[in-house]
């Protein structure tokens, strides 16, 4: 049975270097979000706990607080037993699809109703949600897994959704325009209902991945989530809602409530995944019903536009493209959404054996996910994950009078300042692949790549040439 703490203590025995322990009381004011931003730029990415973290009101929260725990994508792939990083996108989709069983344990059983708190009971002041940046109004529930059910179907649908904590008992939710929980809210209220909510916090990283992944409508997320996790999910019912509205049972912390139907209120602006500040909105209001919790339960967040929040999300696009573009140009070799891009690029590596396929790819991509904007298209022998190689590829291997293609007036993300309307985008990509060979067998007629003999280039150690400390003092360039 997997769940958040299993995870810690399996990283902490076998891996102590990959987890970093704040035990002197941290702020969750700026100070906690300004830590993940100075370790990003030295490139390091372990998992935090804050033992002593500073709330908002100035006192020490009881409950720690977690963040990075996704930020690693090599530790994301571990945890699913992906071996490779660098084949997520063909990996991950093979897991979440073997889908796995749910079943539903009783309340006694479920560690995340250790403690119930409802009426009077509720704070969710309690917990220490995090103020990541100055343009944000307020505390903001930012790693919330969202779970509603269709009332037409009756199945569930979760993503990720933000949450402003305006009172004790009751936030702001926003339903972004692309997710599917937008559409159960809508269909809720056109029946005059308010909407049955859960926002369940905090579980093994596997699963939390798993619960991301990218599914048609009317599709669970939780056998995925399974999938993702290796072993059956454990669900329990809701107090709020009964056996209609289930939850993971080895979440951290569930906050039960409604949507009620037609009320809403201003929310926002908040510092958005994109690096900058999205504008305020209209939002539904939350109001909560219940508060359920383990007895040593975990507060996670994530960090607005870096690694911890990305890389869930953008392994699960890499593989809705690979499988859907494959099936059309079968020569994709391997697909990388980078968190340079922030969900808006997608670089796509492929064997070119025939003339056109970089276009066919792109056209292919697109409509695989409505915030992709930009597809860059390259040669198997260019790293995808090396964005360096890719504007190498750009501006050595493509002609923009007939390797850019311009896709106006598409679907975007709502959240992307150049656009000059809302959710429409001027799309495109770039074929930045070498002219395909004359006829099977035949080589590319281009200039060929610089290249050492491997022998020489593996052979070849740093360590045996200067010092780890004169290599650290050595200059820089950009």
Request: net charge negative.
């Amino acid at each position: 049975m997997k769940d958040l703490h299993t995870f810690l203590d399996e990283l902490e025995a076998n891996q102590p270097e990959k987890l970093l322990r704040i035990k002197k009381p941290i702020h969750m004011k700026y100070e906690i979000t300004a830590l993940q931003y100075a370790l990003t730029k030295e490139g390091k990415f372990p998992v935090i706990i804050c033992e002593q973290p500073i709330k908002l009101d100035g006192t020490i929260g009881e409950i720690p607080l977690i963040c990075n725990l996704t930020a690693s994508r090599e530790l994301c792939c571990q945890v699913m037993g992906i071996s490779d990083p660098r084949r997520a996108a063909v990996e991950y989709g093979k897991k979440v699809s073997e889908t796995r069983k749910t079943y539903i344990v009783p309340k006694s059983e479920a560690k995340c109703k250790e403690i119930i708190d409802k009426g009077d009971d509720i704070d969710l002041f309690k917990f220490p949600h995090t103020f990541q940046h100055d343009i944000n109004p307020g505390p903001f529930i930012n790693a919330g897994s969202v779970t509603m059910y269709d009332p037409e179907s009756g199945i569930d649908n979760t993503s990720l959704m933000r949450c402003w904590v305006r009172g004790k008992n009751w936030t702001g939710l926003v339903p972004a325009a692309t997710t599917h929980n937008l559409t159960i809210m809508n269909r809720f209220f056109a029946r005059g209902e308010d909407c049955p909510v859960a926002v369940w916090i905090g579980h093994h990283p596997a699963g939390l991945i798993g619960a991301q992944s990218k599914l048609g409508f009317p599709v669970s997320h939780y056998p995925s989530m399974a999938g993702a996790l290796g072993e059956d999910l454990r669900l329990v019912a809701t107090e709020t809602f009964g056996e209609k509205l289930l939850v993971p049972a080895d979440a951290e912390i569930v906050i039960e409530g409604v949507l009620p139907c037609n009320k809403y209120m201003a929310e926002g602006p908040y510092a958005e995944y994109t690096g900058y500040a999205g504008p305020q909105v209209v939002a539904p209001v939350f109001e909560v019903t219940a508060v359920t919790y383990r007895k040593d339960a975990i507060y996670q967040d994530y960090a607005l536009g870096l690694a911890d929040m990305l890389i869930p999300d953008n392994m699960a696009i890499e593989a809705k493209i690979y499988n859907i573009v494959s099936q059309v140009v079968p020569e994709l070799i391997n697909v990388h959404v980078p968190i340079s891009g922030k969900r808006f690029h997608a670089y796509l590596q492929l064997n070119k054996n025939r003339p056109a396929i970089g276009k066919d790819a792109i056209l292919a991509a697109k409509p695989c996910y409505p915030r992709l904007k930009h597809i860059f298209v390259v040669d198997k022998d260019v790293d995808i994950f090396d964005d360096s190689q890719i504007l190498w590829a750009i501006a050595t291997r493509s002609q923009w009078d007939k390797d850019l293609y311009v896709l106006p007036g598409g679907t975007g993300s709502p959240l992307d300042p150049s656009q000059a309307v809302s959710g429409i985008s001027c799309n495109g990509g770039i074929d930045c692949t070498m002219p395909a060979p004359m006829g099977p067998g035949l080589p590319n007629f281009f200039a060929p790549r610089n290249k050492m003999p491997e022998e020489v280039t593996n052979s070849m150690k740093l360590g045996d040439w200067v010092s780890e400390d004169a290599l650290q003092k050595m200059p820089k360039t950009f």
